[in-house]
């Protein structure tokens, strides 16, 4: 039987008994049934300073069948196995077999049955709270009840145990200082247990009756480091809060190591000597600042520690460590604990480089400590640099060693800052390098293997072409040859190591039929040479990029297609700004850890900044607007062509140090506006992008030298860095680099542009 039918009948039965009288006699209260306002839609009166409801209007919020007997005047009311009776002229109700008295008991006011609303309601599991200022009286059913709150994991996870988890919300204030958890249907347990106040948080419980819900609100002195994402989970009988670690110690130990102590897992920190002064910088992701103690008194090489939370968002806490003259902390080799809570630094030795040596593609030196070498290579003129932190030089290193040799000119050793003591290889030309550590009698043996090889041979297809794309490591000497009987392509490699088995070549299909190599000798030099033997063959071209590391070689699928000049974008004049994406196309630019190309965020972030740019009203040109490739000297002609007014490159950085990131921009001395220009964007950045400021920075990039116009190269961020890598392959990070450069451009135009 449905429950509309069931309610008719027993409407019909009372209506049998007893007359209808239309009006209603409510008393003075309003009444709330699980959130909701019932006033007008229920029947009430006072009788003997008890609420009475009518019994019909109590049977449909209840959902209950109600029967009337009226030769007993006995009135049942039931739903979900629960059962109560009552009788006219008795102050009593019966549930099971308790009895319960009330004031009023059952009252036929004007034909119609009236029954004592909380001991009715009560019986059948709900739940009354009458706040008599108000006059409100909220009816409720919980289905949980909250019997403690704690702290678990130390102090890591908030548990709030329930019986059962009902809907429920998390909202953070603003400020962070406070957190709410609301609770729908719940309500406290008669020996719930507060086990989260301290000095730190208070918790405060507040009923919200007319929403039928519970507040458990947190606060705290302190940002409350609540996890946004991911931050709640639930158990069968508990609903769990995550939050993040929080500082907690930081402190001298008996061994004098310097101790940063978090109430949680910490991640790697980014750790960064600023040179020429006596400070580092240790920047530990995803903890918050917290109630921490500071305990660096009676010691030798800590001056001061200054600790603030850096940003929020993405979270950063950030150390900044002032060592005494002449001292030096650094991590130490294991400098996480067992459970990761802990990062440890030592006092540093200043390592000692002795024994440098150059032999047949081979530079050498040892040192007294493990050190991280910072490569780079620079292109004007080319040039090796290696970085070795907190070290200084051997008696026996001398200030320059020069060399008689087809790869290098000479080797340049000095004091970079007070502790970083630089290598420059001057090299005849761009080389492939590795660098390779070996520890033995006391003492680190470092190498760096200078050598020219194929670092991939690739094959990928167009509609009308084939492109064979071969990288090398370093800038050598090549010629592409082509050959008849049968067709081939030949690419000589003048010095290179044939690595050529080691590596994963193209399968042979559509114009290839087959790719093999071979070693000889020419006027006493090796020669590596790479042969494609074609199926067919029409036409072709060849694209060099990255100093000529990258080579190009596009053939033609049939003989209506002419190779021709990659497409150039007409371009208006004027008032113009040109936003170039580096790389493009078969040249990938860096690329990172986990395999993200640098031509990738570089695009997604030119093509933001012309938007923004447009929508500011500016005019703005991509010099490559797809994954296309485009040589140094078309995006300067670009440029140069088109009058621009302002030139901007955008690129990643990728340094042989995982742990190296930040922002830079480089400017040329080429336009006298350049440094100025470089300024207004770079105060931009490094400020809001939440990440390293490298500063500015003089070279000779390619496209910002031969620019005419103020122009700027920007590396927004490392890809080489395994967490910089993740933020160059989010949209919001694209974005917000983009939108910090816009802010850049507009200033530097307000100022200087006459706009
Ligand atoms: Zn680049």
Not at 158 to 180: A, F
Not at 454 to 467: I, L, P, R, Y
Not at 517 to 527: A, C, F, H, Q, T
Not at 623 to 646: H, P
């Amino acid at each position: 039987m449905s429950l509309k039918y069931r309610y008719i009948i027993t409407f019909i039965i009372l209506a049998a008994a007893v007359f209808f009288w239309s009006k209603s006699i409510n008393a003075q209260n309003t009444i709330y049934f699980n959130g909701e306002n019932i006033t007008e839609k229920i029947s009430t009166v006072n009788v003997k300073d008890e609420l009475l409801v009518k019994a019909t209007d109590l049977a449909e919020m209840l959902d209950a069948d109600l029967k009337w007997q009226p030769a007993l005047k006995l009135l049942e009311m039931e739903a979900d196995d629960v059962k109560i009776k009552l009788m006219a002229n008795s102050s009593y109700i019966q549930i099971k077999n308790d009895a319960i008295r009330t004031k009023a008991g059952l009252q036929l006011i004007d034909n119609q049955a009236y029954l004592p609303l909380a001991k009715a309601i009560e019986a059948f599991g709900y739940l009354l709270e009458f706040q008599r200022d108000k006059e409100e009286l909220y009816i409720f059913q919980p289905e949980t009840t909250i019997s403690n709150v704690s702290w678990q994991e130390d102090g890591n996870q908030l548990q709030i145990e329930m019986d059962e988890i009902t809907p429920y919300r998390v909202l953070h204030s603003d400020d962070g200082k406070e957190l709410t958890v609301e609770i729908d249907k719940a309500e406290i347990d008669e020996e719930f247990s507060d086990n989260i106040s301290n000095n730190n948080y208070y918790l405060k419980v507040e009923n919200v009756p007319d929403k039928a819900l519970l507040r458990l609100i947190i606060r705290s002195r302190n940002s409350i480091p609540f996890k946004i994402d991911g931050g709640v989970y639930e158990k069968e009988d508990a609903l769990v809060l995550s939050f993040l670690p929080q500082l907690k110690k930081l402190h001298i130990k008996d061994d004098n190591t310097f101790a940063v102590e978090a109430t949680g897992e910490i991640p790697d920190a980014d750790i960064e000597y600023l040179p020429n002064s006596q400070k580092m910088i240790i920047d530990i992701p995803s903890v918050v600042i917290g109630e921490y103690e500071l305990d660096i008194k009676e010691n030798s090489f800590i001056k001061n520690v200054d600790v603030k939370q850096h940003s929020l968002d993405p979270v950063i806490l950030r150390l900044e460590v002032e060592t005494e003259d002449d001292h030096l902390l650094q991590p130490l080799n294991n400098y996480k604990d067992q459970k990761n809570n802990t990062l440890s630094f030592k006092e540093g030795e200043k390592t000692v480089i002795r024994d440098l040596a150059y032999e047949s593609g081979q530079l050498r030196f040892k040192s007294t400590a493990h050190i991280d070498p910072e490569t780079f290579l620079l292109s004007d003129p080319p040039r090796l640099v290696i970085n070795l932190f907190n070290a200084q030089r051997g008696e026996d290193l001398s200030d320059e060693i020069k060399l008689d040799d087809s790869m290098l000119k000479s080797i340049r050793t000095a004091r970079f800052d007070d502790r970083t003591v630089r290598l420059v290889a001057d090299l005849e030309d761009l080389t492939g390098y590795q660098i390779s550590e070996k520890q033995q009698d006391g003492y680190f043996y470092y190498t760096v293997d200078f050598q020219n090889k194929f670092s991939k041979v690739s094959s990928d297809e167009t509609a009308d072409f084939q492109n064979l794309n071969i990288s090398l490591t370093g800038n050598t000497d090549y010629e592409v040859k082509k050959f008849t009987h049968p067709h081939r392509i030949v690419i000589d490699v003048k010095n290179a190591y044939n690595n050529l088995n080691e590596l994963d070549l193209p399968e042979n299909n559509g114009l290839i039929k087959e790719i093999r190599s071979s070693n000889y000798e020419l006027e006493g030099e090796k020669v590596t040479r790479l042969v494609f033997e074609l199926e067919e063959y029409f036409s072709h071209t060849v694209n060099k990029s990255d100093e000529g590391r990258l080579i190009n070689i596009a053939l033609a699928k049939n003989a209506d297609v002419t190779p021709d000049e990659p497409f150039l974008m007409a371009a208006p004049k004027n008032n113009l700004i040109i936003i170039d994406a580096g790389h493009g196309g078969f040249d990938p630019g860096a690329i990172g850890h986990s395999g993200l190309e640098e031509k990738i965020p570089n695009l997604e972030i030119a093509k933001k900044l012309a938007e923004i740019l447009e929508e500011e009203g500016q005019k703005a040109l991509l010099t490559r607007n797809e994954d296309t490739f485009l040589s140094l000297q078309k995006r300067v002609n670009i440029a140069n062509e088109s009058n621009a007014e302002l030139f901007v490159s955008i690129h990643a950085n990728s340094i042989n140090n995982k742990t190296a990131g930040g922002v830079e921009t480089y400017y040329n001395g080429s336009h006298k506006d350049s440094r100025l220009f470089a300024e207004k964007v770079h105060d931009k950045l490094y400020r809001s992008l939440g990440i390293i400021d490298r500063g500015i920075k003089k070279d000779n990039f390619y496209v910002i030298k031969y620019t005419e116009m103020p122009s700027i190269l920007i590396e927004t961020a490392f890809l080489s860095n395994p967490k910089e890598e993740k933020l160059l392959s989010s949209p919001d990070f694209h974005t917000k680099v983009a939108v910090l450069i816009a802010d850049g451009i507009i200033d530097y135009l307000r100022e200087n542009g006459g706009r």
